[in-house]
């Protein structure tokens, strides 16, 4: 296969993957955020147990993630996404904390995932592989979404059985990884000499990132101390700006996006038989912006003013939080859908011209650090999304309930 296609198509499709197996099962936990826990519970409980495992492996990742061999994490991410749907799609709708235990397995697997994704974009030309992640996870999103809205919304299929069938995709991590995927460059991807991916397993690349050091003599705290270093240049101009977009579009997405709600009798029924269907269709035009957004480096779309995409989101949601108090400005669910859309497609651009940035202009010899660590920002934006949400969701419902308009507490028809 390799001698009929060229390598850098095969690079950017084994990263393709890399990023729709990481994410789609991410995504498909938050579609079916209102399935697991009800319509009357926040969706940040969902949203929380989601994010806070994988928040939790990216900030502990940089200390200790470059003493574990690539191929040991490729088996404890299939470990763990596999076995976390299981226990989400297998327990009774009664057992919720089950079903949290399975979604924290499967948000671990995803953090940890992310890290290892792309610091092995390192080894490759950031062309195709951080391009090829990318696209991936925006690919998840919408693939995810839409899957999950054609079977439970169109179809009728019932969830659990749904949640099933996605426990068997994480074993097409160990196709792209051992079958795929090309032996690695060393050095960024664009040095003549190919390095052997064993000889990456063996080692935890002190020579990539001087935090990794694995002499003796180095003191834990003196790794420690290293290691914060290394990341506090990181903050101002990749980290918080990714943040910001994050925090904005997560606290539209979980927080006030259920209570965007119009009368299902002005509504297509062929897609809307419940309000709880139309959070579901919101969820999917959401990340058919991701996706269209997270593919633009494939067409040579660049953005480095990432500041201006953090702004843009905000106004996002405050357009939104005037949706759900006043009714205002959207008379038709439509109009709003393309705002959703809208919405991911900032959440896109801002991911991945943040990570393209820093394989730009950070040294060679701390990118692959560097790429694992930028990821800390959006789990952490999405976490602090998580904690607004878990009181602005049930206060603009209550708001509309005070009014007359119950449907935020109806998650069947009217």
Not at 141 to 161: A, D, E, I
Not at 370 to 377: A, L, N, Q, R, T
């Amino acid at each position: 296969m390799q001698l009929l296609i060229p390598e850098s198509r095969i690079v950017f499709a084994s990263f393709f993957i890399f990023g729709l197996l990481n994410n789609i099962l991410y995504v498909v936990i938050l579609s079916a955020a209102i399935d697991l826990v009800g319509s009357a519970t926040p969706k940040a409980t969902v949203l929380l147990a989601d994010i806070i495992p994988s928040f939790t492996i990216k900030v502990m990742a940089p200390f200790f993630v470059g003493l574990i061999s690539y191929r040991t994490r490729i088996w404890m991410l299939v470990g763990l996404s596999s076995f976390g749907m299981l226990v989400i799609s297998l327990t009774s709708d009664e057992s919720i904390n089950a079903k949290i235990v399975g979604i924290c397995m499967a948000s671990l697997s995803s953090g940890l995932g992310e890290v290892t994704f792309l610091q092995l974009t390192h080894f490759y030309q950031r062309e195709y592989s951080i391009s090829g992640f990318s696209s991936g996870t925006g690919g998840a999103g919408l693939l995810g979404s839409f899957v999950f809205m054609l079977l439970t919304n169109m179809l009728g299929m019932k969830v659990w059985v749904v949640l099933l069938l996605f426990a068997v995709l994480p074993l097409g991590f160990l196709m792209a990884f051992y079958v795929m995927l090309p032996k690695a460059r060393g050095g960024g991807g664009d040095e003549p000499g190919y390095e052997a991916l064993d000889s990456l397993d063996e080692r935890s690349d002190p020579s990539s990132n001087a935090s990794f050091s694995s002499s003796q003599t180095v003191s834990l705290k003196g790794h420690v101390v290293s290691t914060i270093k290394n990341i506090l240049p990181l903050i101002r101009p990749y980290m918080l700006p990714l943040c910001l977009v994050y925090v904005s579009e997560y606290i539209i997405n979980q927080g006030i996006s259920p209570t965007l709600l119009f009368p299902l009798d002005e509504l297509p029924h062929w897609l809307f038989s419940s309000y709880r269907d139309i959070y579901v269709v919101y969820g999917f035009m959401y990340q058919l912006g991701v996706f269209v957004s997270r593919s633009s480096i494939s067409f040579g779309i660049r953005i480095k003013r990432l500041y201006l995409l953090s702004v843009l989101q905000f106004a996002n949601v405050v357009i939104t939080v005037y949706q759900s108090v006043h009714d205002k400005p959207f008379s038709s669910v439509w109009l709003l859908l393309a705002l959703i859309f809208y919405e991911g497609l900032l959440g896109g651009f801002s991911y991945v011209n943040t990570f393209m940035s820093v394989s730009e202009e950070v040294s060679k010899s701390k990118r692959e650090f560097s790429m694992g660590c930028v990821g800390i920002s959006d789990t952490f934006g999405i976490l602090l999304a998580g904690c607004i949400n878990w009181s602005l969701e049930p206060h603009l419902c209550s708001l509309q309930v005070n009014r007359g308009r119950d449907w935020c507490l109806n998650g069947g028809s009217a």
